[in-house]
């Protein structure tokens, strides 16, 4: 074992990480090696998820050091083929600890017949489970991106949007998944899990209505 595997393996960041992504493999939200996770490790560097491999059997090896300065990526190994958003949400937001992102069926069916670039939740009490949201009454906005094969110009369009206005703890990509983040790894399972309810819900509600 090398000097960086021994190291994650006594890493409690990265052991923490590796159970939560086993967690969201049982719930079926990452299918077929999908999906990637990353935890912040310095100012300008994360562990993230290596590519092709299986949630459910995460062990601390499988995750990669990444460090980003002056808008370059390095990395020992292959990491996922998403990190270069995974890095730009940690550069955009120095207070984001974890980023997480899943492929579950009903947040890709979702982000197929949405057009907008934002969808409003409202009405919801699990609105709560966001950070920032303290009543059902208020707007709860998911942003919208379309999906690409290229990552950095993702990355860029995320950049644009966010200047704008900093995004809500979350945003989907048409055909492909969520991406959810938060302060600290529980955030961001938080984050996930009431999106994931949201999304759930928004569904249903469209099918009695449409």
């Not at 998911?142 to 704008?164: C, G, M, V």
């Amino acid at each position: 074992m090398n000097n960086t595997a021994q190291l994650h393996q006594l890493n409690p960041h990265a052991i923490a990480l590796c159970a939560l992504g086993r967690w969201i493999a049982s719930r079926h939200w990452v299918p077929a090696t999908g999906g990637n996770f990353s935890i912040r490790s310095g100012e300008h560097s994360a562990l993230v998820t290596a590519s092709g491999k299986d949630k459910g059997e995460l062990s601390p090896q499988d995750l990669l050091p990444v460090s980003w300065q002056d808008g370059s990526l390095t990395c020992t190994g292959t990491p996922s083929a998403e990190t270069a958003l995974h890095a730009r949400l940690y550069q955009l937001d120095p207070q984001i600890k974890a980023v997480l992102h899943t492929h579950s069926v009903q947040a890709t069916v979702f982000s197929r017949i949405i057009s907008e670039d934002s969808y409003l939740f409202q009405g919801y009490e699990m609105q709560k489970a966001i950070s920032g949201n303290t009543t059902h009454t208020a707007a709860c906005p998911l942003a919208l991106f379309d999906n690409t094969q290229h990552i950095p110009e993702l990355a860029d369009k995320l950049s644009q949007r966010w200047q704008q206005q900093p995004l809500h703890w979350g945003l989907l990509v048409r055909g492909h998944g969520l991406y959810v983040w938060g302060r600290s790894l529980d955030e961001a399972k938080r984050h996930l899990e009431g999106w994931e309810f949201l999304i759930n819900c928004e569904l249903e509600r469209l099918k009695l209505t449409r």
